[in-house]
Structure formats: C-alpha cells, structure tokens
C-alpha cells in the first residue's frame, strides 16, 4: 500500500495510519487475515530547486522525521533513504519512503492499543460463539467495538434466540442471566443484524406475531393490537362501559349487533363524536384496518368511514371495502373539500397507486388531488371540518 505526500511529517504518517483505523481496515484484517503491514508511504520532499533555496528547511525537516522514526523513539515507522546529488549542494540523503512495519507499531501511533485488544478478545468469543459472523465482524469491526464492554452478553443473547426460535414469549419474559428486558430494547438494531446470521427468522405464517417487528421476526410475542371503541347511544353500554379498548382478537369474538358502525381516524374525533341511537364509533386504526376483517358481527352493520380528504384518507377507505365492500364514506367529497378551502393544508408524501375499490364520485376527486388540480397537494385533515358540518351530514345519511 503507497500513500503519497508532499514534506511529509509525522504527524501525517499518524494521521494515514488513524485513517486506516477508522475506515476498520485494521481491525478488519485481524479477522480476514489481509497483510496490511508493513505499510508503504512515498515520501515527497523537497525537490532540486527547493533543495537549493530552502535547504536549511529541508535539514530541518528531515531532523523532525529522524526525530519521530523508530530509531528514536523505538517504535512507529522506519525511513527509507536515497541518495541526491546537487550540482551546488554536493551528496545528500533524503528520505524517498517510510514504513510502518507492523500492527503493533501502527497502533502505538495512534494510541489505539488498548482498543485492539478489546476486539481481539471480542472477535475470540465471536470465533468460538459463533463462527458464522466472522464475516460480519470483518464488514463493521468498529460498530462491534462500540459494544465491547456488552458483547459477551450480546452474545449470550443471542444464544437464547437460537435455542428458543418460536419461544412465542413476551420479551418481557425471556430470562438471560445478568440481562434485562432494556438491555434488548435498546440493542435491537444491532442484534436484528446479527440474529439474521446465526438463525433464521421463523416465517409470518409460524411466527406468533407479526414478523416484520423485532418479536415476530424472532419468535417473541407481540403486544396485541387494539380495537377502540365507543357505544354512542347514551342508553346501551358494553359491561357498563362506553369506551373500550380491547386486543383485536378479542374484538372480533364480541357479539354486538349496532345498526351502524362508525370508523375514524382521528382520536379526538371519535372522542367527540356525537351520540347516534344503536351506533358505535371506531377510531385511532390508521393503514390498520385490517385488524377488522375478522370481525364477523361488522358485517351485520352499516359500516361509514370518515377519513381525511387525501390521497390517503382515499386509499384507506379502499382498504376497508377490500374487507367489508359496502362501506359508505361520510364527508369525503368535494362539496366538503370546497367549503373549508381556508382549512386546507400540505400533503407530504401522497399515494399514488391505483384504488379501484372507490365509487366514481371519490374516484373523480381522488384523481384531482392526485394531479393537484385544487392546488399543490391539498389535504383537508378530518379534524379540521366543522362541528356542524358534522352534525348535518348525519342527519343526511341514509341508513
């Protein structure tokens, strides 16, 4: 390896070398065997006509590398000698290269011996533990570094998960001498990257959650989902109860029977929602709707969604007529976008897929803010529509 220079110091030999450090080349190389030592600098010094003018500077500058080799200080880097002949000058000796010639004098330059050992004992457990993430241990030698002082119990965890693949525990359950649930939570970047390795993921037909969080994709549980609702007519309670949240699971196996289930996004709106004889009003789901579809007793219900009047809000409600095709939509038309125009605000990111699950009416104003015919990517956000809006838009709605 040559790394040129021009009147090189030693401080730019530490400076080469530390570059190599933080690009993990030098610890890279304890794992994959790359001769990396000894390293080679061409060393561009002063040329002929320099020489002659500054030649004062020129002796000075080899003095401060002599000073700084190994010669002198017995360790860092040896210098490589030529030989100049100037016609004014007569016979001088230059330094044409300077090489560190081991790892150890590497690392003594830049003070990074203490940290090698570290990874020299992390990257024998490794070796020992789990041989297969050698290779990963030489792609990001210094991100394993980071977290020397844990790595025996990073591998300690990772032990648990290949003995226990479909455990279908909460983390919160799983038991590891000297580690606790945080230690996990705060790691799991680092431990899906190396979990990935040394197992593989159950799939999301075995899994007993969903397989693209952290639990699901290694065989823990998931903390359930949720379903929240209210009961609007003042005179019917659940248990007692007019708001409830409840696991998904759970929410399907209730046997209700209102005349009309209301969905919303917005939580305050489901909040607020008005009272409505034999009604309950779902809300807070987002993209999650599909938490419904299991719901068999819906399917007895006039099913309104009130979402946003975006690109989104529409792909929503095509999601959930993907499920429960009859679904209305409540002030998700232009009339209501038209009215509150001072309301309106920026989409950032839209959707711009197809939703062929839309009537024509929200097909036609779906297309238009999708090709910003209103305006550059107008969004009129559900909470924003007026209260009496609201309430006169129930009083129309046919059931």
């Known amino acids: 390896m040559?790394?040129?220079?021009?009147?090189?110091?030693?401080?730019?030999?530490e400076a080469s070398v530390l570059k190599l450090w933080l690009k993990g080349r030098i610890l890279s190389a304890k794992v994959t065997g790359e001769a990396i030592f000894p390293l080679r600098m061409h060393v561009r010094g002063p040329d002929s006509s320099a020489l002659a003018a500054r030649f004062g500077d020129a002796q000075t500058w080899v003095r401060a590398l002599e000073a700084a080799s190994r010669t002198a200080r017995?360790?860092?880097?040896?210098?490589?000698?030529?030989?100049v002949r100037h016609r004014q000058l007569g016979r001088n000796r230059l330094p044409s290269e300077i090489v560190v010639p081991t790892e150890a004098d590497a690392l003594q330059l830049i003070r990074k011996q203490a940290d090698a050992k570290r990874f020299d004992a992390l990257a024998r457990?490794?070796?020992?533990?789990?041989?297969?993430?050698?290779?990963?241990?030489a792609r990001k030698p210094l991100l394993a570094?980071?977290?020397?002082?844990d790595w025996t119990r990073i591998l300690a965890v990772l032990a648990w998960f290949r003995q226990n693949p479909r455990s279908g525990l909460y983390?919160?359950?799983?038991?590891?001498?000297?580690?606790d649930t945080k230690f996990i939570e705060g790691r799991r970047g680092l431990l899906t990257e190396l979990l990935d390795v040394v197992?593989?993921?159950?799939?999301?037909?075995?899994?007993?959650?969903n397989a693209f969080t952290f639990e699901g994709r290694y065989g823990l549980r998931n903390k359930p989902a949720t379903v929240r609702f209210r009961l609007l007519d003042g005179q019917t309670l659940f248990a007692g109860l007019s708001d409830v949240s409840t696991p998904a699971e759970e929410f399907a196996r209730l046997d209700l029977n209102p005349r009309v289930v209301f969905i919303t996004e917005n939580e305050v709106n489901?909040?607020?929602?008005?009272?409505?004889d034999e009604a309950v009003v779902l809300f807070g789901l987002g993209y999650s709707l599909d938490l419904l579809a299991k719901a068999e007793w819906l399917r007895r219900s006039c099913l309104v969604y009130w979402g946003d009047i975006d690109t989104h809000g529409f792909a929503m409600l095509a999601r959930l007529r993907a499920y429960f095709p009859t679904a209305q939509s409540l002030l998700m038309d232009e009339a209501t976008l038209l009215t509150h125009r001072s309301l309106w605000v920026r989409e950032e990111r839209p959707f711009v897929g197809e939703l062929p699950r839309l009537s024509e009416a929200e097909r036609r104003l779906f297309e238009d803010l999708k090709l910003n015919r209103y305006g550059d990517h107008v969004r009129l956000e559900q909470e924003r529509i007026t209260y009496g809006c609201l309430m006169t838009a129930l009083r129309g709605l046919a059931l």
């Open 2 to 13: 040559t790394i040129d220079h021009a009147w090189m110091c030693a401080e730019d030999v």
């Open 74 to 83: 017995g360790f860092g880097f040896d210098l490589v000698w030529r030989e």
């Open 125 to 137: 457990a490794t070796a020992t533990a789990f041989p297969e993430l050698l290779p990963w241990l």
């Open 145 to 149: 570094l980071e977290h020397a002082a």
């Open 171 to 179: 983390l919160r359950q799983v038991d590891i001498p000297q580690i």
């Open 199 to 209: 197992m593989s993921p159950p799939s999301s037909e075995t899994a007993p959650g």
């Open 270 to 276: 489901g909040l607020a929602f008005p009272p409505v």
